[in-house]
Structure formats: structure tokens, C-alpha cells
């Protein structure tokens, strides 16, 4: 397979770049066997110096880890006996969850909201109480929500059932058994790094560090950010759910990928990823089997198995600040092109 309009693609970013919308963007492309199109564009830092963006350079890839860590892992222990999806979460964390399982956390039908401040709570014991305390905005199954609190305890059970750290467990599961060499929690290698957001307390723009509140306060390592990683890393990763077999068995990863939330009120999600549905970053072209997930940060994995294509666009969109959207209307758009523009 060849991918027929790459320059348009790298025009198509190129306009953002130059007109001052985004900072930089490095794009990859790939089928389940070969790489078709790897390319960096504009700058990963603008201050206090223009520093380019390389195809190497490491992203802070948000709530990507939510699905590249946090749900890879869990499909992982899943094959070995360690749960059900079905269990109940208190099963694993002390705690009044009521109803809730596994599945609620993975599918995002919890009923939690999308988001409780855990920056005073550094502890795991402290952070699993807070959000057993919060409160609940709908009845587990009820409702598609996406909220970080379904991955943030997704994480620490893990760590409970298989007595390791998060990130023992990333290296273990995913990056080792798919040669995913720059991709890991707490990066030691910050000379090629994309700047995220100004920070007005420490006086710099972090660079390295996790952009997310809570995942900082913990340290660094949690079930909803603090993956950093390269493209060439996040398209292995999606070029492992193309070939099912060969890290996962094929009943795991026809399980993961199928639509969990219909008819239920809310996006259509299978456990971790997001499904194409209108409101999606998909696009217009993606077939019902696709998966994706995105990153507030400006990072985004698709992969469409009918056709046999993995989309990975990294951007740092917020080291403009949170305002900058031009990456959201960007990936849908930089979907339809990649998918038009595959050819036997």
C-alpha cells in the first residue's frame, strides 16, 4: 500500500504552521506491516528559543495513556486470570463504589464526573477515597462520560492486583513486548522534547514533565497521563492491533475493539478507545471498526483495521495554550486525507 497525497498532508500543516496556529506537528502513517509516511513539521519549542521538530522528538501523549498504558495493560492481565471486567471494583480498592466495575472504568459509565481536583492527595490511598467520595452523576451503565477518575482507579487496581508500579507494568506489558524503546513514564532523555504550556509559577514552560495537574501531583506515573513517547512508538502500537495474534490473542483483541456503549446516552466507545461517531476526531471516511483516542496536549491515534491503517498525529497544541484548537479541526481532517489517499 502507498500513501498518494503526502504533500498535500504536509502543505495542509504547513499553512498552520506558518500562519501561526500550531508550533509543530509530526505525523505518521503506517499499515499493519509497513510504515508508509513519517514526517515532522515546524517547531517543537518557539520560547524562550525556536527549537525544530524532529521525527525523534518525545511528546507528552496526555490521556493517550489511557489506552497505550492503562487499557493495553489491563486486556494484558485480563488473558492471565487476574479479573473479569465484570468484577466489582471493590473488589480490589477499599471504598463505597456501589455497583461499579470494571467495565464501567473501561467504557467510561461510571456516573463519576469528568474530572475532581487531586492535586492536595499525592497518595494512592488518598486519591482512590476521594474519588470513592465523589460524587456520582449518574447510575453506573446509564450514561457515557468521559472522565480521568475511571483511569486514575483503573491504574492503582492495577498496580493492586499485580503488586508493581504502573510504569513496571507499561514496560512489561507494551513497550518491551513491541519494541516500543522511547516510550515510558518519567523521561530520562529531555534533550528532544515538545515544549507544552507556560507555567507562571516555576517561570518556564514544562518540557518533560506531565502537563497533567494530577498526574504531577502523583508523580508523574498514573492511569490517565504521563506517557511520553515518539511517533515511530505510538505507530507500533497501532500497528499491534492490526495484528492480532502476535501480542494479544485475536478473542482479545476482537473484545477490546467492539462498540460497548450502544444505547447508551453519550459517545459510541469500545473499552478505552473512542468509536466513530460524529462528534469524533475520526473524520468522515473512517470504517465502524476504527478505534482512536486523543490527548489533551494535541495527540491523536486512530487505527482503521478494515482498511489496514494506522494515523498517528502528535502535536503540542497547549505550548500556545489551552485555547489553541487548530489541531481539532486538524485531525479529522488529516484522517479523510490519509484514507483518500491510500492506494494498492
Not at 14 to 25: E, Y
Not at 116 to 129: F, G, H, N, V
Amino acid at each position: 500500500m502507498r500513501l498518494t497525497n503526502h504533500d498535500v498532508i504536509v502543505e495542509h500543516i504547513n499553512v498552520l504552521v506558518k500562519t501561526g496556529a500550531l508550533p509543530g506537528a509530526v505525523f505518521g502513517v503506517a499499515t499493519a506491516t509497513d510504515v508508509l509516511a513519517v514526517k515532522a513539521l515546524g517547531y517543537r519549542q518557539l520560547q524562550p528559543e525556536q527549537l525544530p521538530m524532529t521525527t525523534e522528538t518525545l511528546f507528552d501523549w496526555a490521556s493517550l495513556t489511557k489506552v497505550v498504558a492503562t487499557t493495553a495493560i489491563t486486556m494484558r492481565l485480563l488473558e492471565r486470570g487476574y479479573f473479569r471486567l465484570d468484577d466489582l471494583v471493590d473488589r480490589f480498592v477499599p471504598g463505597d463504589f456501589g455497583g461499579l466495575r470494571l467495565r464501567h472504568l473501561l467504557t467510561h459509565t461510571s456516573g463519576f464526573p469528568g474530572w475532581i481536583d487531586l492535586t492536595a492527595y499525592p497518595k494512592s490511598a488518598e486519591r482512590i477515597e476521594a474519588i470513592a467520595n465523589a460524587s456520582r452523576l449518574y447510575e453506573p451503565g446509564h450514561q457515557v462520560l468521559y472522565s480521568d477518575l475511571n483511569y486514575i482507579l483503573l491504574g492503582y487496581i492495577l498496580e493492586h492486583v499485580s503488586e508493581e508500579t504502573l510504569d513496571q507494568l507499561f514496560m512489561a506489558e507494551v513497550a518491551n513486548p513491541l519494541g516500543m524503546s522511547k516510550t515510558r513514564y518519567l523521561p530520562t532523555e529531555l534533550t528532544n522534547v515538545a515544549a507544552t504550556e507556560w507555567d507562571a509559577v516555576s517561570g518556564h514552560y514544562w518540557c518533560g514533565v506531565v502537563h497533567d495537574e494530577n498526574a504531577r501531583a502523583a508523580g508523574g506515573v498514573s492511569g490517565h497521563a504521563g506517557l511520553f513517547g515518539t511517533v515511530a512508538d505510538l505507530l507500533r502500537f497501532g500497528q499491534a492491533i492490526l495484528n492480532p495474534g502476535a501480542w494479544l490473542s485475536p478473542p482479545t483483541m476482537a473484545a477490546w475493539l467492539l462498540p460497548r456503549t450502544l444505547g447508551i446516552s453519550g459517545e459510541l466507545r469500545a473499552y478505552g478507545f473512542q468509536k466513530p461517531h460524529p462528534l469524533s476526531s475520526a473524520g468522515d471516511l473512517m470504517s465502524a471498526e476504527s478505534v482512536g483516542h486523543t490527548g489533551f496536549t494535541g495527540t491523536s491515534l486512530w487505527v482503521d483495521p478494515r482498511e489496514g491503517v494506522v494515523m498517528a498525529l502528535l502535536t503540542n497544541r497547549v505550548h500556545l495554550g489551552r485555547e489553541s484548537n487548530a489541531p481539532i479541526r486538524l485531525r479529522p481532517i488529516f484522517h479523510n486525507l490519509v484514507l483518500a489517499g491510500l492506494r494498492p
